[in-house]
Nanobody
């Protein structure tokens, strides 16, 4: 089991920045891919970014809608995942979720596909006003 707790959401104006954090506990060594997802009102959940570390090296994936604006990173020593969000737009408004998977592979609509065990956090709200 892996427990995930997100923080860092809030309200900002368009063009602003936020940094989300996700602390993992339990048995985080059992997962090799962590990602950020979001769900906007009335829309399906979508992948935003993921970071895969199957063999000690990291590969990052980004949805086209956030490439060049968002950056995913992790501090393994702190079991913490981050999402730096810059140049925020009103369409980035959503509930953001942290997730952990056994591993990820490239492909799919988001640039990555999660595989295996899935663990989810409770989410943190991001609201961007115009």
């Amino acid at each position: 089991q892996v427990q995930l707790v997100e923080s860092g959401g809030g309200s900002v104006q368009a063009g602003g920045s936020l940094r989300l954090s996700c602390v993992a506990s339990g048995h985080p060594y059992s997962v090799r891919c962590m990602g950020w997802y979001r769900r906007a009102p009335g829309k399906q959940r979508e992948g935003v970014a993921a970071i895969s570390t199957p063999d000690g090296t990291s590969t990052t994936y980004y949805a086209n809608s956030v490439k060049g604006r968002f950056a995913i990173s992790q501090d393994i020593a702190k079991n913490t995942l981050y999402l730096q969000m810059n140049s925020l737009k009103p369409e980035d408004t959503a509930m953001y979720y942290c997730a952990a998977h056994a591993f990820c592979i490239p492909g799919g609509a988001w640039g990555f596909k999660p595989v295996g065990a899935n663990y989810w956090g409770q989410g943190t709200q991001v609201t961007v006003s115009s």
